[in-house]
């Protein structure tokens, strides 16, 4: 709704009232016009991101709903998967700085964690095993590569970022004051994956000529760090690491990337959080 046509339609409703010159109807109107939509704002969201239990029916034309968190990287994984291979799905958000109702933990998730799926009346969990499943009922486009010594290596790719990266990227997002050491764990694990890159001699780690589902592993929190790195003063450079920053930057390009992105705005917010004042 435009700003002209919430003005008509108020001016309707009150009638000559809204049209008289003095200030009190005036401002009556301006108040009125920001409640009015404020309240189709907050309507819109409520229901656009509500929070659908595991037994209520999907949408038409849809078989699949994905439990997500637009902070988490975990559960940015399968929307990538999703994205990647053109396949529509329902989208319901989970708050994840609230405890989680109990119809998710009981029908759903036991862990309380995102991602979570419901397809064709059956609940998976776990973001790589909702990957990898997404992968097995919707073979076309394939995401991992056709050889099985390069599958091989996918993984463990993955599982090096795991090892290597993850948990030294959520060290240095919670810790307050950030510290040298912090800074330097984190940019052992990303001089790791540089190398590995190098090493097969890919621009991306797929082994192919576009991104597969090695790279959309890792990606989520590459992502978060190309925010992260100017607010802690990470300083990750095309000199220090020529391979990973061109991957980098060539995943900021991804159609499949862009589509399954994550909102700046609410991981600086989040950041902010743990980091009062820096």
């Known amino acids: 709704m435009r700003w002209s ?40 969201l409520r229901e656009k991101m509500s929070l659908k239990t595991n037994d209520e029916p999907l949408s038409d ?32 958000e989970i708050d994840l700085t609230v405890p989680r109702p109990d119809w998710y933990l009981k029908n759903l998730n036991p862990n309380g964690t995102v991602p979570s799926m419901l397809h064709n009346g059956h609940n998976i969990y776990e973001s790589l095993v909702c990957c990898d499943y997404i992968e097995e009922v919707y073979p076309e486009p394939t995401l991992y590569h056709p050889d099985p010594l ?3 290596f996918e993984r463990i790719y993955i599982q090096t970022w795991a090892s290597k990266g993850i948990p030294a990227f959520y060290k240095l997002y ?7 050491e912090g800074k330097e ?10 190398s590995l890159l190098k090493e097969a001699k890919s ?36 000199s220090n690491y020529p ?18 992105n994550t909102n700046k705005d609410i991981f600086t917010a989040g950041f902010k959080k743990f980091h009062p004042g820096d």
């Open 5 to 44: 046509s919430r003005s008509r339609a108020l001016r309707k409703l009150f009638g000559n009232y809204a049209d008289q010159s003095s200030e009190f109807f005036s401002d009556l109107l301006i108040i009125l016009q920001e409640c009015v939509f404020a309240a189709y704002l907050a309507f819109s």
């Open 61 to 92: 034309g849809m078989e699949l709903r994905l439990y997500n968190s637009n902070i988490c990287p975990y559960a940015q994984r399968p929307r990538l998967v999703l994205a990647a291979k053109g396949i529509p799905y329902e989208l319901s």
């Open 150 to 152: 390069k599958r091989a």
């Open 174 to 180: 919670k810790e307050h004051p950030i510290t040298d």
């Open 185 to 194: 764990n984190l940019l052992n694990g990303i001089g790791k994956m540089d």
């Open 203 to 238: 621009d991306y780690f797929s082994g192919t000529n576009k991104p597969g589902m090695a790279d959309y592993m890792i990606w989520p929190w590459f992502e978060r760090i190309s925010f992260m790195k100017d607010l802690v003063g990470l300083n990750i450079s095309e």
């Open 243 to 260: 391979s990973i920053t061109s991957w980098i930057s060539r995943l900021l390009k991804d159609k499949v990337a862009q589509e399954a």
